[in-house]
């Protein structure tokens, strides 16, 4: 069974940067799509990022031309987070859907009920 581990998270000053990386173990990534989420506090999580099984981005509109989402290799995904914000802070869960077809849409991609396995988080903190 296919377990995903984040890990990248910390402290930063507004405008600074962080790269979390998300690895599988026990399997591979890239025949799949693989998601970035966050949730803030008191607010419900958020589609944030998510790269298709033939390596095509989707981001949100929060994010777009700040964020970039890459698959380094056949089991770890990366967020690098550019000119982060105050409002990027969040516990960032990265989640994997089952194996799919070559294409994925932008709605299959951004709605959480897409993947089957999450990560535990990792917390992400931006200070103004």
């Known amino acids: 069974q296919v377990q995903l581990v984040e890990s990248g998270g910390g402290l930063v000053q507004a405008g600074g940067s962080l790269r979390l990386s998300c690895l599988a173990s026990?399997?591979?990534?890239?025949?799949?799509?693989t998601g970035w989420f966050r949730q803030a506090p008191g607010k419900e999580r958020e589609f944030v990022a998510a790269?298709?099984?033939?390596?095509?981005p989707y981001y949100s509109d929060s994010v777009k031309g700040r964020f970039t989402i890459s698959r380094d290799a056949g089991n770890t995904v990366s967020l690098q987070m550019n000119v982060l914000r105050p409002e990027d802070t969040a516990i960032y869960y990265c989640?994997?859907?089952?194996?799919?077809?070559?294409?994925?849409?932008?709605?299959?991609?951004?709605?959480?009920?897409?993947?089957?396995?999450w990560g535990q988080g990792t917390q992400v903190t931006v200070s103004s």
């Open positions: 790269i298709s099984r033939v390596g095509n």
């Open positions: 989640a994997k859907t089952p194996r799919t077809a070559y294409y994925a849409t932008r709605d299959y991609v951004s709605a959480q009920t897409s993947y089957d396995t």
């Open positions: 026990g399997g591979t990534l890239s025949d799949r799509v």
